[in-house]
């Protein structure tokens, strides 16, 4: 019985509250599943937030992204798809005003995971 309270405790927590934004990126037809961008809590100094790209071998279009967020910080995510005429995949990250990504763009290879940070813009 207090395992149970302590997962209801968790849920009802602030940081049950904090949790990322999640989206898949790929058509039903894919090869070995779907791709997905999350963003989320992050270890990277000065960074407030992750966005981690996991590629897998799919079919999809370019620059179908979707809006993800994490602790009231919302990013538009761009999708490339076969980059260069490679099999790889890349996003771009673009923060709201006050907000930077690093990098801004990264090509992943299929079935890797790449991993941009958000860092708020440092004022004078």
Do not use: C
């Not at 270890?43 to 994490?70: S, W």
């Not at 005429?85 to 006050?98: K, L």
């Amino acid at each position: 019985m207090k395992p149970l309270l302590i997962v209801a405790s968790l849920l009802a927590s602030p940081l049950a509250a904090q949790e990322g934004s999640f989206a898949t990126i790929g058509r039903l037809q894919s090869y070995s599943g779907t791709s997905s961008v999350t963003i989320q809590a992050t270890d990277q100094y000065g960074a407030v937030a992750e966005v981690i790209f996991h590629n897998l071998l799919n079919n999809n279009d370019d620059d179908v992204g979707p809006t993800l967020t994490y602790d009231g910080v919302s990013v538009d995510i761009i999708f490339s798809f076969n980059v260069g005429g490679s099999p790889d995949d890349s996003i771009t990250v673009i923060p709201p005003f006050g907000y930077y990504a690093s990098p801004e763009t990264i090509q992943v290879q299929e079935y890797t995971t790449g991993i941009i940070y958000i860092y708020p813009e440092l004022t004078s």
